[in-house]
Every structure is written in C-alpha cells, then in structure tokens.
C-alpha cells in the first residue's frame, strides 16, 4: 500500500494550499483522511472522510479548511484538503493516511509528509 502526497510549500498568512494524497495497492480504504504535526507537537488529527459517510474537521481548521475524497477505480483513491485562511499555527508537516478496519481492528496506512510553511 503506497499513499504519494503532495502539494505543501510556503505561503503568506491569508493564502491558500491544496494538498492531495492518492493510494495504490488496496483496494478499499474505509478512512482517508490528514494528520500534521508542528514542530515540538504531538502529530494532530486535521480532518478525515468515512467511505460509510460522513467527515470529521478539527475545530482548529473548522470553517477553513475542507476535505473532498475522490475514487477513480477500485485500486486508487484520492483525498485532498483545501486549506484557506491560512495562519501561522497551520505551519507544520501534513501526513496523509488511509484507513482499512477489518475484524483485527484498524490498519493505518501512512504518507510521507509534506511540508506546509505560514510565514510572511
């Protein structure tokens, strides 16, 4: 299971990134969704999408950013984030991840991290 991130960079204060994250190798993910992690934090939950429905944003992002998953065969399924509004507190690396839950529980499937810069 492979997930290819991209879209991070450096951005003034105000701006907009649009990160995506496409996976290969499994052929259903019931989660895909964002983490990132500042500098000296704990790596943070920032939104996830259900494939049974429904979405999750972290109050922090809530009204800025949003999440849009796209599948274009069994095999390869896309996430993006939309982010707007973008502040000094949003800079840090964004890990994409998909989710499989089966009857051993969940299995997270990592990306490699981009980097997201808000600075003037």
């Known amino acids: 299971v492979q997930l290819q991130a991209s879209g991070g960079g450096l951005v003034q204060p105000g701006g907009s990134l649009r990160l995506s994250c496409e996976s290969s190798?499994?052929?259903?993910?019931?989660?895909m969704g964002w983490y990132r992690q500042a500098p000296g934090q704990q790596r943070e939950l920032v939104a996830q999408r259900l494939s049974a429905g429904g979405s999750h944003v972290a109050d922090s992002v809530k009204g800025r950013f949003t999440i849009s998953t796209v599948s274009r065969d069994a095999a390869k399924n896309t996430v993006y984030l939309q982010m707007n509004s973008l502040n000094t507190d949003d800079t840090g690396v964004y890990y994409c991840?998909?989710?499989?839950?089966?009857?051993?529980?969940?299995?997270?499937?990592w990306g490699q991290g981009t980097q997201v810069t808000v600075s003037s």
């Open positions: 190798g499994v052929d259903f993910l019931n989660a």
């Open positions: 991840y998909g989710g499989v839950n089966s009857a051993r529980g969940w299995t997270h499937y």
